[in-house]
């Protein structure tokens, strides 16, 4: 079975510029999570997807980051313009519903250095 | 919201000898409680989980967690360390009433020492 697929793996940017990821999910995994990990933290929820639909976003900055899910299946994850502090590992999972005992499988990330 | 404990930064345990990695928790309602592993430049790695039932719950790789409500506590232990157990480990907790958001906690580094 093929795992969560994201891309790209290491993105460096200056501050003030725009960046994109992307992820393809588990096939048929209902629900989508993109996760923030800075350096020496766990991973923060910044929004959560069930199909095409935001279930979550409350801890995603709205004002320069944005994701979509249009047809229920891949995702992107978008930061205009980036700042210092977004510097991180963009980590995407997915899980095969939306419910609390499941767990969550992860792909390898994307780190992103913004100087 | 819920939220996660995890005390230590890092582990260090000889090889062979019993390794325990701590975790409190706090959630509104009954918690789920999850560990995952992060190996270097990896997305994390489901380990085990407690949702209901027997408070010792057995994972992946021989690692097991014992749950207990009293503490609040899910500790994550391994009888015998092996070098390759080195890793990140995460602590995790969902508020099992609704909402369905999954906590991190800041994670501990586990090094097992030849």
């Known amino acids: 079975e093929a795992g969560v697929a994201q891309s790209p793996r290491y993105k460096i940017i200056e501050k003030r510029q725009s960046v994109a990821f992307w992820c393809n999910p588990i096939?048929?995994?209902?629900?989508l999570y993109w996760y923030q990990q800075i350096l020496g933290q766990g991973p923060k929820l910044l929004i959560q997807?069930?199909?095409?639909?935001?279930?979550?976003d409350s801890q995603l900055p709205k004002d320069r980051f944005s994701a979509e899910r249009l047809k229920g299946v891949d995702s992107t994850l978008k930061i205009q313009p980036a700042k210092l502090e977004d510097s991180a590992v963009y980590l995407c999972a997915s899980s095969l519903e939306y419910e609390n005992t499941g767990e969550l499988f992860f792909g390898e990330g994307s780190r992103l250095t913004v100087l | 919201a819920q939220s996660v404990a995890q005390p230590e930064d890092q582990v260090n345990v000889a090889e062979g000898n019993p390794l325990t990695v701590k975790c409190t928790y706090s959630?509104?309602?009954?918690?789920?409680l999850f560990w995952y592993v992060q190996y270097p430049n990896r997305g994390l790695q489901f380990l085990l989980k407690y949702i209901t039932g027997d408070n010792l719950v057995k994972g992946s790789y021989g690692f097991e967690a014992e749950f207990n409500k009293s503490q609040t506590s899910f500790h994550l232990k391994k009888p015998s360390a092996l070098v390759s157990d080195s890793a990140l480990y995460f602590c995790a907790v969902r508020d099992g009433t609704g909402n369905n958001r999954l906590a991190f906690g800041k994670g501990n580094q586990v090094v097992v020492i030849p």
């Open positions: 997807f069930q199909n095409n639909g935001v279930v979550d």
């Open positions: 959630v509104s309602g009954n918690p789920y």
């Open positions: 096939s048929g995994h209902a629900t």
